[in-house]
T-cell receptor, first 116, second 116 residues
Framework: AQTVTQSQPEMSVQEAETVTLSCTYD???????LFWYKQPPSRQMILVIR??????QNATENRFSVNFQKAAKSFSLKISDSQLGDTAMYFC?????????????FGTGTRLLVSP | GAGVSQSPRYKVAKRGQDVALRCDPI?????LFWYQQALGQGPEFLTY????????KSGLPSDRFFAERPEGSVSTLKIQRTQQEDSAVYLC??????????????FGPGTRLTVT
């Protein structure tokens, strides 16, 4: 079974600064996908960024980038130029690469507060 | 187009009552997932539908939980004889494909169930 660990329950950052959220996972699979989801206080979860395990290049989406270390099973999220709208819960999630359906396995989340 | 919608958004039930939670996925989406999110936790997989077929229900916590998607679109999660431990947010997600791949899951706003 896969597990996802987020060791930072809460993080704070000031507007315009950079913050890194940590995530580690445990799996015996070689092919899989990793995701960061954002859940604002309204609770609708939205995808921030995803990474295919077979790709060595780290994924980037505008101000969001990841540091994917496959050997260490680490998948951290860096948010640059933090904005007030980035305040939310952030969940790291794992998905097996399978011929069947794909359920997400989530970590417990990191609450990020961006202050002015 | 419209996103995933869920109703009701909030539900208070007395212990022992039956409840039904509705999910309207994005039109045309093949895959539909139900997740349970306890307070302070990440979402946990409950069950998966590909069109009208329930392909996995391994995450349902007990036989009091039942889900259906009879016409391959709207889905209902039913909980019989609710218990306090059923209190959680129930999230529905849909995805456009049923095959393997990093297809994004689009989440609804959730139904917050409180059992008193």
């Amino acid at each position: 079974a896969q597990t996802v660990t987020q060791s930072q329950p809460e993080m704070s950052v000031q507007e315009a600064e950079t913050v890194t959220l940590s995530c580690t996972y445990d799996t015996s699979e070689n092919n899989y996908y990793l995701f960061w989801y954002k859940q604002p206080p309204s609770r609708q979860m939205i995808l921030v960024i995803r990474q295919e395990a077979y790709k060595q290049q780290n994924a980037t989406e505008n101000r969001f980038s990841v540091n994917f270390q496959k050997a260490a099973k680490s998948f951290s999220l860096k948010i640059s130029d933090s904005q007030l709208g980035d305040t939310a819960m952030y969940f790291c999630a794992f998905m097996k690469h399978d011929t069947g359906f794909q359920k997400l396995v989530f970590g417990t989340g990191t609450r990020l507060l961006v202050s002015p | 187009g419209a996103g995933v919608s869920q109703s009701p958004r909030y539900k208070v039930a007395k212990r022992g009552q039956d409840v039904a939670l509705r999910c309207d996925p994005i039109s045309g989406h093949v895959s539909l997932f139900w997740y349970q999110q306890a307070l302070g936790q990440g979402p946990e997989f409950l069950t998966y539908f590909q069109n009208e077929a329930q392909l996995d229900k391994s995450g349902l916590p007990s036989d009091r939980f039942f889900a259906e998607r009879p016409e391959g679109s709207v889905s209902t999660l039913k909980i019989q004889r609710t218990q306090q431990e059923d209190s959680a947010v129930y999230l529905c997600a849909s995805s456009p494909r049923g095959l393997a791949g990093p297809y994004e899951q689009y989440f609804g706003p959730g139904t917050r169930l409180t059992v008193t």
